[in-house]
């Protein structure tokens, strides 16, 4: 009954955290406010039941000629009752939170302290209000047993009543300093009373309180033969406030419940619309702070898979982190028709002597650049890196129409941009296609997805041979032939040559672009 004015604490000695001060005090204006209305409230409420709602043995003449001790124990025990609550708050209140001034996070001691903040003030305002109905009933126990048994009932319920409503206020009031709570953390288990005890006391407040007069009236009536109109007079009034109370407790139950949850659907409905950036203020030590704190969880694992995800992709490739993610990869492969493209950097041994060494990373992941987006724009994909070179792969893991075209049309514009877009560095290429094994190589500890065969081999040999002509660009007959006609028409076949580690010659073929008056080519093109 008393201890609410002082439920919302005094803020300790902190010298910083001027925001969080003026925070406490708006609060503690708030739920001084509000406990204060409750309880005044409550006081009138009881003395309204005890006088015109239910008078029963009240309207005894001993009574009247008995309020002397009734009026001093008013006196008395009000204002020793406010005392003992301002004591008891100042010294125990959860809300005394120099942490918060401090702006720190809280400990487990005092996190859990200041969630337990409004079940600490019912309890303790239940206690007093529990001593009043033991006071005022052994005060009227001399003049009559049911007379003392009237008032104390009748104090009960009512400051039953007003505990579970400052409760609920409570607990809605202090909820920005619930929310600094559990910033650092949720609780490892829900703050009592939870959801289902939010709802039991509001049944109770709602309905059960409210009941229980009417129950009183009832065995009044029957017990004392109260005349009809008080009968009626008493259950309107009881109707009327347990209405009255219902939508009140019912209302503020609800917005408990609901605003947390509403928070949560809403930040729910961004993430299915793909911003994996939502996220929800814990405001709640209950099952719902819960909750929230695992819709927080579970987002923070999407982001950390979505990176994860981001990070493979970059580095085996979009198509591969798809296959891999949609089934369990397998060690093993399978024969493939695919097409390759081996580009190398002319001149990098130089490069890396005479420049510094981030000089020569920036001028290779600018060349990288290049060199990805025009293999993914072609439907191809960098298998892997190896130092100054590229192997880049069209028709696995994704089977393509006309992988070999791509890859012709990919080299065709690889070697105009790398001109344009990465000055200073030349490059060979070499391209070529047809049958080889794509699979996941490696161990079970370590894999990766590779394509190997003589394609590959046959584009490295063509790419070190580029480096030497001029035309930087070489494909075999295998690639060209294999391509459809709308490609095929930029390529010229010319002569063979054998490759290193190869017994047999190569048929090769230039893009008809290179083949210009004055420029040189190799016997035998047509």
Same mark, same amino acid.
Request: charged residues 20%; aromatic residues 6%.
């Given at each position: 009954?008393?201890?609410?004015?002082?439920?919302?604490?005094?803020?300790? #000695?902190?010298?910083?955290?001027?925001?969080?001060?003026?925070?406490?005090?708006?609060?503690?204006?708030?739920?001084?406010?509000?406990?204060?209305?409750?309880?005044?409230?409550?006081?009138?409420?009881?003395?309204?039941?005890?006088?015109?709602?239910?008078?029963?043995?009240?309207?005894?003449?001993?009574?009247?000629?008995?309020?002397?001790?009734?009026?001093?124990?008013?006196?008395?025990?009000?204002?020793?009752?406010?005392?003992?609550?301002?004591?008891?708050?100042?010294?125990?209140?959860?809300?005394?939170?120099?942490?918060?001034?401090?702006?720190?996070?809280?400990?487990?001691?005092?996190?859990?302290?200041?969630?337990?903040?409004?079940?600490?003030? %019912?309890?303790?305002?239940?206690?007093?209000?529990?001593?009043?109905?033991?006071?005022?009933?052994?005060?009227?126990?001399?003049?009559?047993?049911?007379?003392?048994?009237?008032?104390?009932?009748?104090?009960?319920?009512?400051?039953?009543?007003?505990?579970?409503?400052?409760?609920?206020?409570?607990?809605?009031?202090?909820?920005?300093?619930?929310?600094?709570?559990?910033?650092?953390?949720?609780?490892?288990?829900?703050?009592?009373?939870?959801?289902?005890?939010?709802?039991?006391?509001?049944?109770?407040?709602?309905?059960?309180?409210?009941?229980?007069?009417?129950?009183?009236?009832?065995?009044?009536?029957?017990?004392?033969?109260?005349?009809?109109?008080?009968?009626?007079?008493?259950?309107?009034?009881?109707?009327?406030?347990?209405?009255?109370?219902?939508?009140?407790?019912?209302?503020?139950?609800?917005?408990?419940?609901?605003?947390?949850?509403?928070?949560?659907?809403?930040?729910?409905?961004?993430?299915?619309?793909?911003?994996?950036?939502?996220?929800?203020?814990?405001?709640?030590?209950?099952?719902?702070?819960?909750?929230?704190?695992?819709?927080?969880?579970?987002?923070?694992?999407?982001?950390?898979?979505?990176?994860?995800?981001?990070?493979?992709?970059?580095?085996?490739?979009?198509?591969?982190?798809?296959?891999?993610?949609?089934?369990?990869?397998?060690?093993?492969?399978?024969?493939?028709?695919?097409?390759?493209?081996?580009?190398?950097?002319?001149?990098?041994?130089?490069?890396?002597?005479?420049?510094?060494?981030?000089?020569?990373?920036?001028?290779?992941?600018? %060349?990288? #650049?290049?060199?990805?987006?025009?293999?993914?724009?072609?439907?191809?994909?960098?298998?892997?890196?190896?130092?100054?070179?590229?192997?880049?792969?069209?028709?696995?893991?994704?089977?393509?129409?006309?992988?070999?075209?791509?890859?012709?049309?990919?080299?065709?514009?690889?070697?105009?941009?790398?001109?344009?877009?990465?000055?200073?560095?030349?490059?060979?290429?070499?391209?070529?296609?047809?049958?080889?094994?794509?699979?996941?190589?490696?161990?079970?500890?370590?894999?990766?997805?590779?394509?190997?065969?003589?394609?590959?081999?046959?584009?490295?040999?063509?790419?070190?041979?580029?480096?030497?002509?001029?035309?930087?660009?070489?494909?075999?007959?295998?690639?060209?032939?294999?391509?459809?006609?709308?490609?095929?028409?930029?390529?010229?076949?010319?002569?063979?040559?054998?490759?290193?580690?190869? #017994?047999?010659?190569?048929?090769?073929?230039?893009?008809?672009?290179?083949?210009?008056?004055?420029?040189?080519?190799? #016997?035998?093109?047509?």
């Amino acid at each position: 009954m008393g201890a609410t004015a002082t439920t919302a604490g005094r803020v300790g #000695s902190a010298s910083a955290g001027t925001d969080r001060r003026a925070l406490l005090r708006a609060v503690d204006r708030r739920v001084t406010r509000s406990q204060w209305t409750a309880h005044l409230f409550g006081i009138f409420d009881v003395i309204a039941l005890l006088f015109f709602v239910l008078p029963g043995p009240i309207e005894d003449a001993r009574f009247h000629s008995h309020m002397t001790p009734n009026l001093v124990g008013i006196a008395v025990y009000l204002p020793l009752s406010m005392l003992i609550g301002t004591v008891l708050a100042r010294r125990m209140s959860p809300t005394h939170m120099g942490w918060v001034v401090e702006d720190r996070e809280p400990t487990p001691q005092e996190r859990a302290a200041a969630l337990r903040a409004p079940i600490y003030c %019912f309890k303790l305002d239940a206690g007093l209000w529990f001593g009043a109905a033991i006071v005022f009933g052994a005060i009227n126990l001399p003049l009559s047993p049911a007379l003392a048994s009237h008032i104390s009932w009748t104090i009960l319920l009512g400051g039953l009543t007003t505990c579970g409503v400052a409760y609920l206020l409570l607990e809605r009031d202090l909820r920005p300093i619930t929310q600094i709570a559990l910033d650092a953390g949720p609780p490892a288990r829900p703050a009592w009373p939870g959801v289902e005890g939010r709802l039991i006391l509001a049944w109770l407040l709602a309905t059960g309180m409210p009941l229980l007069g009417l129950i009183t009236v009832g065995i009044d009536g029957v017990v004392n033969d109260v005349p009809a109109s008080e009968l009626a007079r008493s259950t309107l009034v009881l109707g009327f406030v347990a209405f009255v109370t219902g939508i009140g407790v019912t209302l503020v139950t609800a917005r408990t419940v609901a605003r947390p949850l509403t928070a949560v659907r809403k930040a729910l409905g961004r993430v299915q619309a793909g911003d994996l950036g939502a996220e929800v203020r814990v405001s709640d030590g209950s099952e719902v702070g819960l909750l929230q704190s695992g819709f927080n969880s579970m987002v923070g694992g999407l982001r950390e898979r979505e990176r994860m995800q981001d990070l493979y992709a970059r580095q085996v490739g979009e198509d591969v982190a798809r296959t891999a993610l949609a089934d369990e990869p397998r060690l093993g492969g399978e024969v493939r028709e695919v097409a390759v493209l081996f580009v190398d950097i002319i001149g990098s041994t130089a490069l890396a002597a005479q420049a510094p060494p981030e000089r020569v990373v920036a001028r290779l992941n600018r %060349f990288f #650049s290049v060199v990805v987006d025009v293999v993914g724009e072609h439907g191809g994909w960098v298998n892997k890196f190896e130092g100054d070179a590229a192997l880049c792969v069209f028709g696995a893991p994704t089977a393509t129409e006309d992988c070999a075209g791509s890859a012709l049309a990919a080299g065709r514009e690889l070697r105009r941009r790398l001109r344009l877009q990465a000055p200073g560095l030349d490059a060979g290429i070499g391209l070529s296609a047809g049958p080889a094994v794509a699979g996941w190589i490696g161990a079970l500890q370590r894999f990766e997805y590779t394509v190997i065969g003589d394609p590959v081999n046959v584009a490295s040999r063509l790419c070190e041979l580029a480096k030497r002509r001029d035309e930087r660009l070489l494909a075999s007959e295998a690639i060209v032939v294999r391509a459809q006609p709308a490609e095929r028409e930029h390529w010229r076949l010319g002569g063979g040559e054998t490759l290193r580690g190869r #017994s047999a010659p190569t048929r090769l073929a230039l893009p008809a672009e290179a083949l210009v008056p004055g420029g040189r080519t190799f #016997s035998g093109v047509s």
